[in-house]
Each structure stands twice: as C-alpha cells, then as structure tokens.
C-alpha cells in the first residue's frame, strides 16, 4: 500500500480496512494432523510457530483469520 502509493477509496468500516490491508500481504500457514506431525521433515532456515487448541472447547482454538495475521507478523 505505502510503497505503491496506492489510495484506498472504499468504506471506512475497520473489517473491510483489515481485509484489504491484508490483501497486500502473504504468509505460509499449514494445519496438520498428528500423522503428519510424525512424517515431518523440518526445514531448520525457516521459523516455526505451533499452536495446540482443543477443539472441544470453541473459545479455546484461533480462527483461521488470526492465524494468518499471527502468520504474517512473524514472517522476516
């Protein structure tokens, strides 16, 4: 956005500002299983963050929004 000197002309509602700044923005987010936990070939350059939730308890587990924003933040 900055350094495209593009200008935004849509709404000013803050879930379509997010939407669009993150729009400019990509990040490497998988999900897997314990069995592929287990077949996991580790690339030792790149940076790992792992969540556990139980999906028992809703409140407990991040949306796939906020891990991709969480994603974003910690890419280099």
């Given at each position: 956005?900055?350094?495209?000197?593009d200008?935004?002309?849509?709404?000013?509602e803050?879930?379509i500002?997010i939407r669009y700044?993150?729009?400019?923005?990509?990040a490497n987010?998988?999900?897997?299983?314990?069995?592929?936990?287990?077949?996991?070939k580790?690339?030792?350059?790149?940076?790992?963050?792992?969540?556990?939730?139980?999906?028992?308890?809703e409140?407990?587990?991040?949306?796939?929004?906020?891990?991709?924003?969480?994603?974003?933040?910690?890419?280099r």
């Amino acid at each position: 956005m900055f350094f495209k000197r593009d200008i935004y002309q849509g709404p000013r509602e803050k879930d379509i500002l997010i939407r669009y700044a993150m729009s400019f923005v990509s990040a490497n987010v998988i999900k897997f299983d314990d069995r592929m936990f287990k077949t996991l070939k580790v690339d030792e350059n790149k940076p790992w963050l792992v969540s556990f939730c139980r999906e028992i308890d809703e409140g407990d587990c991040l949306d796939d929004d906020q891990v991709y924003k969480l994603a974003v933040m910690l890419v280099r």
